[in-house]
């Protein structure tokens, strides 16, 4: 399951702007069937998204609150900021909408037919270390309402100094502690704290924003973010090259009390097998000890930097997509002297029990606007925030300008 495949992709053109102001015309390579509008435009830097059931998407703005989009006939019509602060994940469950700062997750209270929630904020879950390297709170809600927060580790691989020539790392790495996994609190809760009221659920997750739940395998997902600069850390064994092809970017099903290998090892998509990290004594030869962490379910490409994912419900999409993940990656910052890579969306299908049966797809792509891209600043538009609508439309949020699609199906 480690290869990916590319679907015959048809063209659709569409219209961007510029940092200049001035219109490009690029094209977003989908499936066949496939088409995409541009809902709203323009909303400044943005996190990840969601849909509630009357069709209004919110999206968590990267430092200013939140932005809500009341849609007509498929394109946004009203739009209102509110809120405040930074942050990056959003959800809507159970008539709140639930949001993350990069130290807490708090939910409003929804009305019916109202746009922007008009009461105050409450604090579900907070007390969660601040940080200045992968402090974003991403979170997700099991099929009885629990509620699953990642929180990153501030490190590239715990090596001293971090991301240093020669770096050493410590056995056991101490940031795991109140880092590097996946915390769980009660259903319905209010007013909890990462170490008195969450259990730690998982272990050895350097960073994930990609976490879902699987309705149909009542199973948690992830798609973890793996390690930066092993030629940085021991150009003795890794070259640039190497670099930009290791480690995997790893999907997992997240089992509880499970423990998943970082900062210890890393996962060679190449070799398929979970590799010693150099800060713990690897040489780019030496594997981890068998067995005793487990391999992705998935290995996508090294450094796409996967963002925001969702599992498909609806049916409005031919039956190959029922069940399966939708992931929106962001993509690379760090794989010279090779093009960077990875802005796009990618597909993994899932069977009707909720388990993986095939290599990734490259779904959506075009985004960046350009087919080399040499640095993350020559790309137009970069996918982070994915969510489904009510309707079975798949929404695709882009981090830099603010912009939001909408992707429906409608035959050949």
């Known amino acids: 399951m480690h290869a990916f495949k590319v679907l015959g992709w048809g063209l659709v053109g569409l219209l961007l702007w510029s940092g200049s102001g001035q219109a490009a015309d690029v094209e977003l390579r989908l499936p066949p069937g496939f088409h995409a509008q541009v809902v709203v435009d323009r909303l400044g830097p ?38 405040s602060g930074a942050g990056t994940g959003v959800a809507v469950r159970g008539g709140w909408l639930y949001y993350s700062s990069n130290t807490a997750v708090y939910r409003y209270r929804l ?142 099903a997240i089992k509880r009390g499970g423990n998943y290998g970082w900062p210890y090892t890393y996962y060679d998509p190449q070799r398929k097998a979970r590799m010693l990290a150099p800060e713990f004594g690897g040489d780019g030869r030496k594997r981890a000890q068998p067995g005793r962490y487990p391999d992705p379910l998935v290995a996508f490409p090294a450094h796409w930097a996967p963002m925001q994912m969702t599992f498909y419900t609806g049916t409005r999409f031919p039956a190959r997509y029922r069940n399966g993940a939708f992931i929106a990656f962001h993509g690379s910052w760090n794989r ?13 299908p899932f069977d009707a029990k909720g388990v993986p049966t095939g290599p990734y797809e490259i779904f959506a792509d075009g985004f960046a606007g350009r087919e080399v891209v040499h640095s993350p600043g020559q790309a137009l538009y970069r996918p982070c925030g994915i969510a489904q609508g009510p309707d079975g439309a798949l929404y695709v949020a882009d981090s830099e300008q603010g912009r939001i699609w909408r992707i429906t199906y409608g035959g050949s």
């Not at 010279?336 to 993994?348: D, H, K, N, R, T």
């Open 46 to 83: 943005i996190r990840f998204i969601a849909v509630a059931p009357d069709g209004i998407l919110y999206a968590k703005n990267s430092g200013n609150g939140l932005t809500a989009v009341r849609m007509v006939d498929g394109r946004g019509e009203q739009i209102r900021h509110f809120g």
């Open 111 to 252: 009305k019916p037919g109202q746009l922007v929630p008009d009461g105050a904020p409450q604090l579900v879950a907070g007390g969660f270390p601040v940080q200045f390297q992968h402090s974003a709170k991403a979170f997700t809600f099991d099929g009885s309402g629990n509620l699953y927060v990642d929180v990153g580790a501030p490190s590239n691989a715990s090596g001293q100094p971090d991301r240093a020539r020669g770096a050493r790392g410590v056995d056991p790495a101490p940031l795991l502690r109140r880092q590097g996994g996946i915390w769980r609190f009660p259903a319905g809760a209010v007013n909890q704290y990462q170490m008195r009221d969450g259990e730690r659920y998982a272990t050895g997750l350097r960073n994930v924003l990609a976490l879902a739940w699987q309705p149909a395998s009542r199973q948690l997902f992830a798609v973890q973010m793996g390690r930066d600069q092993l030629d940085t850390v021991a150009p003795q064994y890794y070259t640039a090259a190497d670099n930009a092809r290791l480690p995997a970017e790893e999907m997992f």
């Open 336 to 348: 010279a002297p090779e093009p960077q890579a990875g802005y796009l969306v990618a597909f993994v």
